[in-house]
């Protein structure tokens, strides 16, 4: 089973903190994807990375950036996190491009609260 | 025009009976369906992938693709308290990479 584990559940931030969310995952995946969820917007994609120190901007990348240093780790920074960066953040990877498969497989997700 | 859309507002039905949720997308050319399955409070899960028009079945779930009509629908059979979730379609539009483009998701609630 493909696993995916972020490093928080829940996180509370002052605003103008460095804010630090990790994802780790276990199958090998070439993709790693952060995702934004808040209600009535749905899912919305902030970054994401097909390769070791490769990334794309989703649709909603400003005031986030990521690295991806290793296969394994995707990290998704907030610069100087604001109120309106409470959300709830989702981990996500899938197989590469060409393996025929898109399913992507989500982590447990961090929610997080900046005050 | 939105990617995925799912404008069905909360479906209730009561305990045994069948869901049934619909998905439209904009993309003529896509060709990856997905359905997760997402508790409140808790993250996507996968429960569903389709790829070629027609049903597919797994246990209580029956994923059905129409690509000349551009919808896929899941059906819940013999519904669960435990199927009350909000259900989420994501297709995988082409040119975009791997990405999944995602609807807002379709709440269930099952009455026991």
């Known amino acids: 089973d493909v696993k995916v584990t972020q490093s928080s559940r829940y996180l509370v931030k002052r605003t103008g903190e460095k804010v630090f969310l990790e994802c780790v995952q276990d199958?090998?995946?070439?993709?790693m994807f952060w995702y934004r969820q808040d209600p009535g917007l749905g899912l919305r994609l902030i970054y994401f990375s097909y390769d070791v120190k490769m990334k794309e901007k989703g649709d909603i990348p400003e005031g986030y950036s990521v690295s991806r240093e290793k296969k394994e780790r995707f990290s998704l920074i907030l610069e100087s996190a604001s109120t309106n960066q409470t959300s709830m953040y989702l981990c996500a990877s899938s197989p590469p491009h060409g393996a025929g498969s898109y399913e992507q497989y989500f982590g447990p997700g961090t929610r997080l609260t900046v005050t | 025009q939105k990617e995925v859309e799912q404008n069905s507002g909360p479906l209730s039905v009561p305990e045994g009976a069948i869901a049934s949720l619909n998905c439209t997308y904009s993309?003529?050319?896509?060709?990856?369906f997905f359905w997760y399955r997402q508790y409140s409070g808790k993250s996507p899960e996968l429960i569903m992938s389709i790829y070629s028009n027609g049903d597919k079945e797994d246990g209580r779930f029956t994923a059905q693709l129409n690509k000349a009509s551009q919808y896929v629908s899941l059906l819940i059979r013999d519904s669960q308290p435990s199927d009350s979730a909000t259900y989420l379609c994501?297709?995988?539009?082409?040119?975009?990479?791997?990405?999944?483009?995602f609807g807002k998701g379709n709440q269930v609630v099952v009455i026991p």
């Open positions: 994501a297709v995988n539009p082409p040119l975009k990479r791997d990405r999944l483009a």
């Open positions: 993309d003529r050319g896509s060709q990856s």
């Open positions: 199958m090998d995946h070439e993709n």
